[in-house]
């Protein structure tokens, strides 16, 4: 592990955060901008990430886990014990590129849930990294939608916000005990 923020990427039985889930008013307020990226940030980052690894994540977001910064953390290489998380805070999509496309997605807020999201293939992003630093980046596939997902999570939004299937989204709420009522479409 190279980052002051990195942890190992195994369960805890007792993850140091609790998630919230779907339904709860929590996940609705939008999150503040970080001023300064300090040592009590960087603690709040290595308590996601052990909580994403303990739920078998590959992203969480700090609203979820009931801080209201905007602060996320991703790792898409959970089999790669030695490939550093990607953290990004006050993230800012610059650019959105390619075609759009649909692929299934999932919520540590809302398990078991696992629909078809459509989604800006590319984007462009700026942030700072852990250390405060500016940074920039470009990702597709499985990284850009993993980032534009948590990137809801900072404005409240939640990927059954932008199910289209409503006969497949208010199926598969009802098998997993939550209520269709929970979900706030997202206007087009
Ligand atoms: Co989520």
Same mark, same amino acid.
């Given at each position: /592990?190279? $980052?002051?923020?990195?942890? %190992?990427?195994?369960?805890? *039985?007792?993850?140091?955060?609790?998630?919230?889930?779907?339904?709860?008013?929590?996940?609705?307020?939008?999150?503040?901008?970080?001023?300064?990226? &300090?040592? #009590?940030?960087? #603690? $709040?980052?290595?308590? /996601?990430?052990?909580? /994403?690894?303990?739920? &078998?994540?590959?992203?969480?977001?700090?609203?979820?886990?009931?801080?209201?910064?905007?602060?996320?953390?991703?790792?898409?290489?959970? &089999?790669?014990?030695?490939? !550093?998380?990607?953290?990004?805070? @006050?993230?800012?999509?610059?650019?959105?590129?390619?075609?759009?496309?649909?692929?299934? *997605?999932?919520?540590?807020?809302? !398990?078991?849930?696992?629909?078809?999201? $459509?989604?800006?293939?590319?984007? %462009?992003?700026?942030?700072?990294? *852990?250390?405060? #630093?500016?940074?920039?980046?470009?990702?597709?596939?499985?990284?850009?939608?993993?980032?534009?997902? %948590?990137?809801?999570?900072? @404005?409240?939004? /939640?990927?059954?916000?932008?199910?289209? @299937?409503?006969?497949?989204?208010? %199926? *598969?709420?009802?098998?997993?005990?939550?209520?269709?009522?929970?979900?706030? !479409?997202? #206007?087009?």
């Amino acid at each position: /592990m190279t $980052t002051v923020v990195a942890v %190992e990427k195994q369960k805890l *039985e007792q993850p140091p955060l609790d998630i919230h889930y779907l339904g709860d008013r929590v996940l609705r307020q939008p999150a503040k901008r970080i001023a300064k990226v &300090d040592d #009590k940030i960087r #603690k $709040t980052i290595r308590e /996601m990430l052990q909580t /994403m690894y303990s739920a &078998d994540g590959i992203g969480l977001a700090a609203p979820q886990v009931g801080i209201h910064k905007q602060l996320i953390v991703i790792d898409i290489a959970l &089999d790669q014990p030695d490939k !550093p998380p990607l953290v990004l805070i @006050n993230p800012k999509i610059t650019k959105f590129g390619g075609n759009v496309c649909a692929a299934e *997605e999932g919520c540590l807020s809302i !398990p078991g849930v696992y629909l078809d999201v $459509t989604r800006p293939e590319e984007i %462009e992003v700026t942030y700072k990294n *852990e250390h405060g #630093k500016p940074s920039k980046l470009k990702a597709t596939g499985l990284l850009s939608r993993a980032i534009q997902h %948590e990137m809801d999570h900072l @404005n409240g939004v /939640m990927f059954v916000d932008r199910v289209e @299937n409503n006969l497949a989204l208010n %199926e *598969e709420l009802k098998k997993r005990g939550f209520a269709a009522s929970a979900v706030k !479409p997202v #206007k087009k």
